[in-house]
Nanobody, 123 residues
Framework: VQLVESGGDLVQAGGSLRLSCAVS????????MGWFRQAPGKERDFVAR????????YYADSVKGRFTISRDNAKNTVYLQMNVLKPEDTAVYYC?????????????????WGQGTQVTVSS
């Protein structure tokens, strides 16, 4: 299974970005999808998760109301729309896939990972 993220960039505080993650090698609709982020010197933190059908979504408190996770099962792609970006959102953002239906925010339970895309928010 391959996951390829795109869309990371340098943006000013208050701006927006949309990250994409294209998935191949497995039936996309059989996977729950998540986004995580890792800032320098910190652990990889949960950002958002979306169920296989897109019917349920989950967010970290730090991004709730600003970020939106969505998926297009016809395009095998998951998105993360990020609005009102803050300098503390600066991190490498990773797309992850989970073959289990049990909802988890713990990185080690996700089965497949992308290489990450850098998001930098300047103040």
């Amino acid at each position: 299974v391959q996951l390829v993220e795109s869309g990371g960039d340098l943006v000013q505080a208050g701006g927006s970005l949309r990250l994409s993650c294209a998935v191949s090698g497995r039936t996309f609709s059989s996977l729950a999808m998540g986004w995580f982020r890792q800032a320098p010197g910190k652990e990889r933190d949960f950002v958002a998760r979306i169920a296989r059908t897109g019917g349920s979504t989950y967010y970290a408190d730090s991004v709730k109301g600003r970020f939106t996770i969505s998926r297009d099962n016809a395009k095998n792609t998951v998105y993360l729309q990020m609005n009102v970006l803050k300098p503390e959102d600066t991190a490498v953002y990773y797309c992850a896939a989970d073959s289990d239906v049990i909802v988890t925010r713990t990185a080690r339970y996700y089965d497949y990972w992308g290489q990450g895309t850098q998001v930098t928010v300047s103040s």
